[in-house]
């Protein structure tokens, strides 16, 4: 078996290497290739940090501060080029919850891969380098990179497209975030839609089960041609990021699956506008052709497949016993991950769209 050291790595311009664990002392990120001269904004990184903790019943009761330290790279409130490290200690971690692990490892989670790839040595607790709680570093690195795009004019915005069976409008329709309480702890814009939703989840909930979700977003403001062919072009890269975010089942882009029932004639936009500004028209054209952005919004869609930590009886492999045994999972956990995966879905497309933007040449030396 393999047993080289598992890199968590993304982009190439500015390569972000993610390091922690959900019950260690803290999680974190390096950033190397960021730009000098980048001026940071505190209280907009404070806001990030809070936009991926929604409250209330609906969420996980593991309550972090998630104060976000800068260890090096910044001088006097600016990036100086350098290395930075970006740490975010863990301080309400309850190891307890997982006193079954390793021997009765979580269906639908990595605890059985992880154990096998490392030969028993991961920390497996709450998903160990697994766990969804390193999407903290990837909003807080966002954050920090957030006025390059600013100078772009590029706008990253998420909501919940889905939980379960119900469904919201199409952003654009919905009315600015978030008008209501509903629509604040569902993180949709939709108001009729998050209070349907928020009945689909405490179903769930009530049931000791949970439920799956899909979270849809818009980038506008991104110049024509950002973006490289083929492997490195905006889908792509966007695809491998969101992908990589945990419990992420599915992506799609503009019109998704239902282009297989599309003609030529009905998918294809026409180019309007001038020479020197050419526009797409259509009513929802393609924000991206070839790798390449056309200009038009880019409409992403991420499916989440139901938290796999559920309080109903599940029967699985004891490997301390060698026989299946039922395991019930305690401790505090989501019944769904949509509304904690929005600043997380709008985190992983500004890194994609930073490393790509400096790669193609967007910024001012």
């Known amino acids: 078996m393999n047993l080289n050291p598992m890199h968590m790595q993304l982009g190439e311009r500015i390569r972000l290497t993610l390091f922690g664990t959900s019950h260690g002392p803290r999680v974190g990120a390096i950033l190397n290739g960021v730009p000098a001269g980048i001026v940071l904004d505190y209280h907009a990184?404070?806001?990030?940090?809070?936009?991926?903790?929604?409250g209330g019943r609906y969420a996980s009761k593991r309550k972090e501060v998630d104060a976000v330290e800068i260890r090096t790279g910044v001088v006097d409130g600016k990036t100086t080029g350098e290395e930075m490290e970006i740490s975010i200690a863990n301080t309400d971690a309850k190891s307890r919850d997982y006193s079954f692990l390793p021997d009765h490892p979580r269906p639908g989670h990595q605890d059985m891969v992880m154990h096998k790839r490392t030969n028993g040595e991961a920390d497996l607790r709450g998903g160990g380098s697994s766990s969804a709680r390193l999407t903290a570093a990837l909003v807080a690195s966002a954050a920090v990179l957030s006025p390059l795009l600013s100078k772009l004019g590029i706008v990253c915005?998420?909501?919940?497209?889905?939980?379960?069976?119900?469904?919201?409008?199409?952003?654009?329709?919905?009315?600015?975030?978030?008008?209501?309480?509903?629509?604040?702890?569902?993180?949709?814009?939709?108001?009729?839609?998050?209070?349907?939703m928020i009945g689909t989840v405490e179903k769930h909930r009530m049931e000791r089960n949970s439920v799956g979700s899909r979270v849809d977003l818009c980038i506008t403001g991104v110049p024509l041609g950002l973006g490289e062919p083929w492997f490195d072009g905006l889908e792509?890269?966007?695809?491998?990021?969101?992908?990589?975010?945990?419990a992420a089942r599915g992506v799609t882009f503009g019109s998704g699956f239902d282009v297989v029932e599309m003609s030529g004639l009905e998918h294809n936009d026409a180019w309007g506008g001038t020479v020197e500004h050419p526009v797409l028209m259509g009513e929802r054209p393609d924000g991206v052709l070839a790798g390449l952005a056309t200009g038009s919004p880019i409409h992403v869609s991420v499916a989440f497949?139901?938290?796999?930590?559920?309080?109903?009886?599940?029967?699985?492999?004891?490997?301390?016993?060698?026989?299946?045994?039922?395991?019930?999972?305690?401790?505090?956990?989501?019944?769904?991950?949509g509304p904690r995966a929005v600043a997380v879905v709008e985190a992983m497309a500004k890194l994609v769209l930073c490393d790509l933007a400096l790669r193609g040449g967007f910024f001012d030396e």
Do not use: F, Y
């Open 45 to 54: 990184i404070e806001q990030a940090m809070n936009s991926r903790r929604p």
């Open 157 to 196: 915005e998420a909501h919940v497209g889905a939980i379960g069976q119900i469904k919201s409008q199409s952003m654009e329709l919905c009315p600015p975030r978030w008008e209501n309480e509903a629509c604040q702890e569902m993180r949709c814009r939709d108001p009729v839609a998050a209070l349907e």
């Open 236 to 246: 792509p890269a966007l695809a491998r990021a969101m992908v990589a975010i945990p």
């Open 305 to 337: 497949k139901p938290p796999s930590s559920i309080a109903a009886e599940q029967l699985t492999l004891n490997l301390a016993t060698n026989s299946i045994e039922p395991l019930v999972v305690g401790g505090r956990h989501d019944p769904v991950l």
